[in-house]
């Protein structure tokens, strides 16, 4: 996961706190972010029935399976 912020490019050391965060998520990486984040990523990079480690895990991957069987 990697976290950036906005900033003024011709005033670098000026604070520019203007509230927006933008997330970039890796589902490859191994820095920044929750163990249920990272949980979540896993499951998302390999959508198996063991990868679904935790109950909202779980129930994804239900609605998941229930998704792709209504093919």
Do not use: C, W
């Amino acid at each position: 996961m990697y976290s950036v912020k906005n900033r003024v490019e011709e005033f670098p050391e000026i604070e520019y706190n203007d509230g927006v965060r933008k997330l970039f998520l890796y589902t490859g990486g191994t820095k920044g972010g929750t163990k249920s984040l990272k949980d979540l990523l896993v499951y998302i990079q390999n959508s198996k029935e063991e990868n679904a480690v935790d109950e909202e895990l779980k129930e994804l991957h239900s609605n998941v399976e229930r998704l792709k069987s209504r093919k």
